[in-house]
C-alpha cells in the first residue's frame, strides 16, 4: 500500500502539489474566523475548588478586575488650568459607552463642600496656592477615596474607572482604552495606565507583536541553515512551504472548530515553523545520501527513500505529539488546547511533508547537492573516539549531570503574577509605578460572612458588632499589605462621618443603615443582597505565593477568634491564579511522567531490547535533570510555562534517539559488528540530527526577544534541553549501546 502510494505520487507531482494547493485554500478561508482574546479565567483549573467560590462571589458582587486606573503627573500641581483640563476630561470619560463610574478628586465634592477645589473655567475665581494644597491635602485624607485618588506627595493624582461587566472582552476594552487615550492626549499631564483591564489588553497586543517579530527571523534564520547546508534553492524553499501550509491548514482547523488565539496559543504558528520543519529536512538529508552512495535514478533514490522515512518520521513524529498531548492531561482549558493544537500540528507538518518534499523534488529536478559535508570532521572523529573509550562519553555527562542534579531538591515553585513580565517591560513598569503611589493592581477580596441562623439575633451583617469585626480585619490587611489599597462599608462610613463631622468612633446602626440607602448602584458593592456578606475590596502589591500563604494563615487565625457565626473567605482572581500556578506545575510534572510512560511505550514496542529502551530513556532523561538542575543552582524558580517545556522538549528532543536507534538497527540487519554499526550510523545520521538540532535550537533562541518572560524563557529552556540532548545522542547513546548487553548481536 504504501509502495503503491509514492509510486503513485512521484509519476504525478503536478497533481500532488495541486491538490495540496486546493486543501490549502480550502483551509484558509477558515482563517478570518479567529479571534485573539486573554481573560485570567482562561488559566484557572476546572478542578481548583478556589474557582468556584471566585465564581460564587462574582455571582454576588460582580466583577472585581474591571478598573482601569489613569495615572496623571501634572506639570505644575498649582497650575490652575490642570483642574479644569481633569474636569472637562472626566465628564467627558463618563460619556464614553461601557464605563459605569468614574472616581476621582471631584467625586466628592457633590457630598462635602470643603472637597470643591473651585470653579476654574471661571477666570475670577481666587484661589492661592496655600487654599489649593489645603484643600488637597482634604480630599487625599478622606477615608474612602483620598489615598486612592491622590499620592502622599501630590506629585501623581488617578482616575479609577469601572468598566460595565458587558464590556470585558478584548475588542471593547480596546475600543474604551482608545477612546481615553484620544480624550488624554488633549490634556497637559503626563499620562500612565494601569489595572488588570490594561493587563489583559496589552498582553493580546503583544501576543500580535511576538508573532509580528518571532516568524521573520526565524523564517529568515531557516532559509540561511537550509541555505548553507545544502547549497540548493529547492531545498531551502519545500521545507519553507511545508510548515508555512501546515500552519495555514491549523489555523483553518481552529477557525473552523471555533477555538481562540490566547496567551498560550498564539505561540503557536512560531513553535510549528521550528519543529515541523524537522520533518522535511530528514527527507532530503536522506535522499542526498541515496543518490551520494547508491548512484541512483532520482526517481528510484526518492521512492526508496520515502518507503524508509515516512515510516521513521511518522515515528518521530507521534513521540512529539506525545509531549505535546500530554499537556491535555491538566485542567487547565487553554494548556489543553495549547497541547492539543501543536499536537495536531505536528502530525499535519508529517502530512504535508511526504507530500510536499518528495513531490517538488521530482517536479523541479534540483538534484545537485555540495559533495561537502561541514558536520563531517567532528562526526568521523566521534566515530573513531567513541568506540575505543566508551566509558568516557558514558562517565562524563554523568559527572555533568549528577552535579547538576544535586541541586534539584532545593528548586522552587514560588512566582507572582507578574513575572510573566520582564522588569524593563513598559507595562510592568507602569504597574510597578501604580504600585509605589496608590497601592497595587491585583484584585483581592475578603469576605466576611454572617450566619442567618446565629444565636445572637444578628439578623443583618451591617450590625455595629460585625463592623468592628470588618474594621479589624481591614487593619490587618492594611499592616500586612502596605503597598495595597481597601474599600469597604467601614471606610464609606468614615467618610461620611467626616462629611458631618461626627466624632464619635462607635457605629450608629441607624446611621448605617442610611449610608447603606444613599449608595448608588454604579458604585462598588460592598454588601450582598441579602446583607448577611460584608465585603473588602483590595487591589494589592505583586507578591509571591510564598508569601501569600502566609497572609491566608493570618487571616485564618484572625477568622478563628471570629464568633462561630461569622466566617472569613478571601478570593479573587489573585488568589485563584496563584493556587492555580501551584497546582499546575504539579499537574505539569505529572504530563512528563505520562509523556514519558507513552514514548517508553513507543520505544519498547519497536525495539524490544530492554537494554536499547534503558539506553533511550538515560540519554533522553539526563538533558531534563540537568536543565532543573541548573535552575535550581540560579535561583529560577519552577513555574508554569519552565514546567511545561519538560515534557514538550522530551517529545522533541527523543526524536533524535529514534532516528539513531533505527539506523543502528538497520545497520546491525546488514551484518554490520555493532563498532561497525555505530560508526556508520554517526557519520551517516549525525549529519542530520545537527541540521535538524541547529534549526530547532536558533528557531527556539528567537523566543528570547518576547515581551513575555514565560516565552523567553520556554525558549531558552527548550534550546538548552535540545542541544543537550543531541549531545547524548551522538556520544552518551553510542556509547550506551556498545556497552550494554544485547543478546541478538555482539
Known sequence: MIDYFFRLLLKNPKQALASVLLVTLFWSSFIPNLKIDFSIEHLFSKKDPNVEKYFSFRE?????????????????????????????????????????????IFSLSDIDSRAWIGDFTNQNTELNNDSLLKRLKYIQSDPSIGSRVLSKDFKFGSIIISLDDIVNNHRDRSKILENIQILTNNTSPKWTYSGVSVLRTEYVKYMVRDNFLFLPPIAILLICILSFLFRNWVNVLLPILTVLITVIWLLGL????????????????????????????????????????????????????????????????????????????????????????????????????????????????????????????????????????????????????SVAIFKIKDISSDSSLMDDLRPKNKLYQDLMLTQKYFGGVLPFEVLIRLDPKNNENINKATDPRIINFLEITQNVLKEELTESRFFSLNDLINSIKRVKKEESKNYDQNFINQIISQQSSQQIKLMSEDK????????????????MEKLYDKLDSLASTFPSYLSLEYTGTTVVALKTNNYLVQSLVNSLSIALVLISIIMAFMFRSKSILFASLVTNLIPIFTVLGFLAWLGVSIRPPTAMTFSVALGIAVDDSLHFLLRYRKELSLGLSRREAIQKTIINTGSALMITTSVLVGGFSILFLSSFLPTYQFGLLSASMIACALICDLTLLPALCLILPNPNRE
Not at 460584608?534 to 505583586?542: A, C, F, K, V
Open 532 to 547: 448577611t456578606i460584608l465585603r473588602i475590596s483590595g487591589l494589592i502589591e505583586n507578591r509571591t505565593s510564598s508569601k
Open 254 to 401: 481552529m477557525g473552523m472548530v471555533g477555538l481562540d488565539i490566547n496567551i498560550m496559543t498564539y505561540i503557536v504558528p512560531t513553535l510549528l515553523f521550528i519543529i515541523g520543519i524537522g520533518d522535511a529536512i530528514h527527507i532530503q538529508a536522506h535522499f542526498r545520501e541515496k543518490l551520494a552512495e547508491k548512484r541512483m535514478a532520482p526517481i528510484d533514490a526518492m521512492h526508496e527513500t520515502m518507503i524508509q522515512m515516512s515510516k521513521v518520521i511518522f515515528l518521530t513524529s507521534l513521540t512529539t505529539a506525545i509531549g505535546f498531548l500530554a499537556l491535555t492531561t491538566t485542567s487547565i482549558k487553554i494548556l489543553q488546547e495549547f497541547g492539543l493544537e501543536v499536537a495536531c500540528g505536528v502530525m499535519i507538518a508529517w502530512a504535508v511533508s511526504i507530500l510536499i518534499v518528495p513531490s517538488g523534488i521530482i517536479l523541479m529536478k534540483r538534484f545537485n547537492y555540495p559533495e561537502q559535508n561541514y558536520f563531517s570532521p567532528l562526526l568521523l572523529w566521534l566515530s573513531k573516539a567513541i568506540p575505543r573509550r566508551p566509558w568516557v562519553f558514558i562517565l562524563l555527562p554523568i559527572l555533568i549531570s
Open 60 to 104: 454576588e458582587f460582580g466583577r472585581e478586575d474591571n478598573i482601569i486606573t489613569l495615572i496623571y503627573q501634572p506639570v505644575d500641581v498649582f497650575d490652575k488650568s490642570l483642574y479644569a483640563e481633569l474636569e472637562n476630561l472626566i465628564y467627558d470619560i463618563e460619556e464614553v459607552d461601557g464605563i459605569s463610574n468614574v472616581v476621582s
